[in-house]
């Protein structure tokens, strides 16, 4: 299966590594010894995944149809997110975090289990979402208290650990106890099954685990090997397994219902999501995206990717764009980005992941107009803050630059197209509500 691609280098600087410092607010400030959203209507139906390599989409599926429980109760399409991501990879090579944060950023999905049934091997074409992901947050680098954070202030998360069945059915490695759903691997190993967490519970008996650990307690988690295993799927995973949020996760932290993803239309630069990440050796950089309103519309957000913590950004528009001179702030002015920008918008991004700004204010664009977003990004401890799309392996093999324009800048003078002098597309989504 494929983990971490969020996490690559691309251009100038020196190699990026994740700070742990995130920020929560509006939380208790003692959190309860035990928790789990499976007993505040929370827990999404249990599934199997079957011969599929296809864990990562259930779970991706389970996590946002967690996310609008009690209120919906909406069974979302692993097939769809396994199939129609845009990625060169079948069913069988498994999938990332990069992949579903494209595929949702985009708004191809979710869909509904109705309209795409799993395991027929067949993904309807123009099938429109049930939903609206507006904003993944991920885990690495996070302590066990900020996962705890994280599920208790927006739901279940997903991870990922080392789990076949070899790990569960075979008595001579006794990492899973039947009797109590207890599950425990004390050898850091690669990476290959992903699951839901639901909670956590530090009163769960270490006795309960065939290779015991030091300490009590357990993360709750839910399998996707259908209801027979575990309790109707659930069990639970040692603090101490070497495994389990080593490389984090993925938190959907605003997921909205059906009506919210009415009528959006999705203007881009990347089609696959954040690859790579280029900077100058700085926490601070800017980019850009070049655009054609290919229809009359008015832009209601922008989308966009932190790659740390406690990221701040300032968005721009520049209308009636004719070339990459039309980018230039002038010289001293840092409180804006040349007279004929318009502020869109400003936003604190609190952990690394995607986000959706929205507009400050309400700007038509006519169909056929050429225009172009800028952001200004800080990043605190990076020295790479921009996030790019870039052809780097098997799965990435459809990233074009052809038609793409994007550009790249220390400092909001001199400006770099990256088609040009990197092979890559900046990521940004402007969102918009047609006219």
Request: charge should be negative; charged fraction near 25%.
């Amino acid at each position: 299966m494929l983990y971490g691609r969020p996490g690559s280098d691309f251009g100038k600087g020196h190699r990026y590594t994740y700070a742990a410092e995130a920020v929560f607010s509006d939380l208790p400030s003692l959190l309860p010894a035990r928790f789990s959203w499976a007993d505040h209507g929370k827990k999404p139906a249990v599934r199997s995944q079957g011969s599929l390599g296809t864990c990562w989409a259930l779970a991706a599926a389970e996590a946002l149809e967690a996310s609008l429980r009690p209120g919906q109760e909406i069974e979302f399409s692993a097939d769809h997110i396994s199939m129609q991501n845009g990625f060169d990879a079948g069913q069988d090579d498994g999938g990332d975090y990069s992949m579903i944060m494209s595929y949702l950023a985009d708004d191809k999905g979710p869909v509904t289990e109705e309209e795409d049934p799993y395991g027929d091997g067949i993904s309807p074409e123009g099938l429109k979402p049930a939903a609206r992901a507006s904003e993944m947050r991920l885990l690495r680098g996070m302590s066990q208290e900020e996962i705890r954070s994280m599920i208790y202030r927006y739901g279940p998360v997903q991870s990922s650990l080392t789990m076949d069945r070899a790990h569960t059915d075979d008595p001579r490695r006794a990492y899973y106890n039947e009797k109590t759903s207890g599950y425990f691997d004390p050898m850091t190993e690669k990476l290959d099954h992903d699951i839901l967490v639901l909670g956590w519970d530090d009163t769960y008996p270490k006795e309960n685990f065939l290779i015991r650990p030091e300490e009590d307690g357990a993360w709750i988690c839910q399998n996707t090997w259908g209801s027979g295993f575990g309790e109707d799927g659930i069990f639970y995973v040692s603090y101490e397994d070497r495994n389990l949020f080593r490389k984090g996760g993925i938190a959907y932290t605003d997921v909205q219902p059906a009506e919210a993803a009415k009528d959006r239309h999705v203007l881009e630069q990347d089609r696959l999501g954040w690859q790579a990440r280029q900077g100058y050796g700085s926490p601070e950089a800017y980019f850009a995206g070049v655009f054609v309103s290919d229809l009359d519309q008015t832009i209601e957000a922008v989308g966009l990717y932190s790659v740390g913590n406690a990221t701040t950004v300032s968005i721009f528009l520049v209308p009636d764009f004719e070339s990459g001179k039309d980018l230039v702030l002038p010289k001293g002015d840092r409180t804006s980005c040349g007279q004929r920008s318009i502020a869109l918008a400003t936003a604190y991004l609190e952990t690394p992941g995607f986000y959706t700004v929205n507009a400050e204010r309400a700007v038509r664009l006519a169909a056929g107009e050429k225009f172009a977003v800028i952001v200004r990004i800080f990043s605190p401890g990076q020295d790479k803050p921009v996030a790019v799309e870039v052809k780097k392996d098997r799965y990435t093999q459809n990233v074009s630059t052809k038609g793409r324009e994007s550009y790249i800048s220390p400092d909001g003078h001199s400006w770099e197209r990256t088609q040009d002098a990197y092979g890559t597309n900046v990521c940004m989504k402007i969102y918009t509500a047609c006219s």
